[in-house]
């Protein structure tokens, strides 16, 4: 079983920026992938970021260039940093952990991004 914890959402003008931070718990393979999705309201839940113990780091086109993904492996964190943020960014973000056996969701953190 794996936990997962984020923080970091809130309410940013557009252009701003903001830091979302992912922690994970319990038993916890060598071997992984960390990332982060979105949901906003009336739409699918969608790839924002992810990044491999080994440093592979896949992301969506519509954040590359803004957001940057990073993980701490010692402490199995991982960070999400957006910047240049748009209204369409607006979304509840997801932490989600993957490993052969399963995969873990987080509770989700909302984002907005309104002037």
């Known amino acids: 079983q794996v936990q997962l914890v984020e923080s970091g959402g809130g309410l940013v003008q557009p252009g701003g920026s903001l830091r979302l931070s992912c922690a994970a718990s319990?038993?916890?393979?060598?071997?992984?992938?960390l990332g982060w999705y979105r949901q906003a309201p009336g739409k699918q839940r969608e790839l924002v970021a992810t990044?491999?113990?080994?440093?592979?780091?896949n992301y969506a086109d519509s954040v590359k260039g803004r957001f940057a993904i990073s993980r701490d492996n010692a402490k199995n964190t991982v960070v999400l940093q957006m910047n240049s943020l748009k209204p369409e960014d607006t979304a509840v973000y997801f932490c989600?952990?993957?490993?052969?056996?399963?995969?873990?969701w987080g509770q989700g953190t909302q984002v907005t991004v309104a002037s």
């Open positions: 989600k952990y993957i490993d052969r056996r399963s995969d873990y």
């Open positions: 319990g038993v916890i393979l060598t071997s992984n992938l």
């Open positions: 990044i491999t113990t080994g440093g592979f780091i």
